[in-house]
């Protein structure tokens, strides 16, 4: 599966913007399919996830902001990321691997990645 991110920009907080991940070879059947940031001198973290059971998984820094979805049809996810705050700012990169729940925030447990989309929130 080959990944391709895209929807990065510069918006001010309180602001939204919408990534998606789209698979151009293969397809997304039977994998999570998650995000993750990296800011500037940090570790990457979890985001969101929409796992294969069809089920969405979120950091609880994002919850109640960011909506994660997935189009079959287009083979593309999506991560709506409303209300941002300038802590959101980071690169996000999106990930596909057959995980279980107790996996699925483990970056190392992915297998596939899209190039990262930079995300810039101002104050």
């Known amino acids: 599966v080959q990944l391709q991110a895209s929807g990065g920009g510069l918006v001010q907080a309180g602001g939204s913007l919408r990534l998606s991940c789209a698979a151009s070879?293969?397809?997304?059947?039977?994998?999570?399919v998650a995000w993750f940031r990296q800011g500037s001198g940090q570790e990457r973290e979890f985001v969101a996830a929409?796992?294969?059971?069809?089920?969405?998984l979120y950091a609880d820094s994002v919850k109640g902001r960011f909506t994660i979805s997935k189009d079959n049809a287009k083979n593309t996810v999506y991560l709506q990321m409303n209300s941002l705050k300038p802590d959101d700012t980071a690169a996000y990169s999106c990930?596909?691997?057959?995980?279980?729940?107790?996996?699925?925030?483990?970056?190392?447990?992915?297998?596939?990645w899209g190039q990262g989309t930079l995300v810039t929130v101002s104050s």
């Open positions: 990930a596909a691997g057959r995980t279980i729940l107790s996996t699925a925030r483990n970056s190392q447990c992915y297998n596939y």
């Open positions: 929409w796992r294969a059971t069809g089920y969405p």
């Open positions: 070879e293969g397809t997304f059947s039977g994998y999570t």
